[in-house]
C-alpha cells in the first residue's frame, strides 16, 4: 500500500509539473472531450447507461478492450472505429508526456 501511495504521489507531482506546459494542457483538454464525446455518443445511439458509455470510452481508449460491452449499431461500429484511431493516439501522447515528466524529475540531481 505504501507503494502505491509512493507512485501515486509521483504521478501528482508529474501532473503538476507538466500542467505548465501548454501541449500538456491541450492533450488532457482533447482527452476529456474525446471521453464526453463517446460517452454521448454511446449512451445516445447504443442505449447504455452514462456510466457503461463511460467505461466503454475508456476501455477503448486505453486499449483495454475488455470485451464485455460492444458497439450493435453500424454507425456504432464505424465510429468506435475512428474513436479508436484517435483515441489510442490522444492517451498514448498524454501517457508519454506524464512519463516524461516522471521520468525527468527522477534524473534531476537532488
Not at 15 to 37: I, Y
Not at 44 to 73: H, I, K, R
Amino acid at each position: 500500500m505504501v507503494s502505491f501511495l509512493l507512485t501515486f504521489v509521483r504521478l501528482a507531482r508529474a501532473v503538476a509539473r507538466s500542467w505548465n506546459d501548454p501541449e500538456f494542457r491541450a492533450l488532457v483538454v482533447v482527452f476529456v472531450v474525446l471521453l464526453a464525446s463517446g460517452t454521448i455518443f454511446y449512451a445516445g445511439v447504443e442505449g447504455w447507461s452514462v456510466l457503461d458509455a463511460l467505461y466503454f470510452s475508456v476501455a477503448t481508449m486505453s486499449t483495454v478492450g475488455y470485451g464485455d460491452f460492444a458497439p450493435q449499431t453500424n454507425v456504432g461500429k464505424i465510429f468506435t472505429i475512428i474513436y479508436l484511431l484517435v483515441g489510442v493516439g490522444v492517451f498514448v501522447a498524454l501517457v508519454g508526456k506524464l512519463a516524461l515528466a516522471v521520468i525527468q524529475k527522477s534524473n534531476d540531481p537532488a
